[in-house]
Nanobody, 123 residues
Framework: QVQLVESGGGLVQAGGSLTLSCVAS????????MGWFRQVPGKEREFVAA???????ALIDSVKGRFTISRDNAKNTLYLQMNSLKPEDTAVYYC?????????????????WGQGTQVTVSS
């Protein structure tokens, strides 16, 4: 049984930092591209960042220079370091696993999801 368990969300003031973690179990971690999506009420789930098993990363323009995605294959863990947070970053953040070389950026193509962790940035 595949499980993705996120942690690290919370409430932070604008300009602050948070680090999200996602621990994966029940899968061969290095066979999966991993990533983060986020969702606000009434909107579609949005791709944020992706990383392949070798560490090659991609991020959306609005978070480049502020967010860093990384993974520790020995610990089956995915991270999202978020700096200089803005109120518009407020969302539920979801960890995603995709049995593919490159993570699909459309939610319906993702194989597994975590339960989500709330990030709230106050102005």
């Amino acid at each position: 049984q595949v499980q993705l368990v996120e942690s690290g969300g919370g409430l932070v003031q604008a300009g602050g930092s948070l680090t999200l973690s996602c621990v994966a179990s029940g899968l061969t971690f290095t066979m999966y591209a991993m990533g983060w999506f986020r969702q606000v009420p009434g909107k579609e789930r949005e791709f944020v960042a992706a990383i392949n098993w070798r560490g090659g990363a991609a991020l959306i323009d609005s978070v480049k220079g502020r967010f860093t995605i990384s993974r520790d294959n020995a610990k089956n863990t995915l991270y999202l370091q978020m700096n200089s947070l803005k109120p518009e970053d407020t969302a539920v953040y979801y960890c995603a696993a995709d049995k593919s070389v490159i993570l699909h950026t459309t939610p319906h193509q993702i194989d597994y999801w975590g339960q989500g962790t709330q990030v709230t940035v106050s102005s």
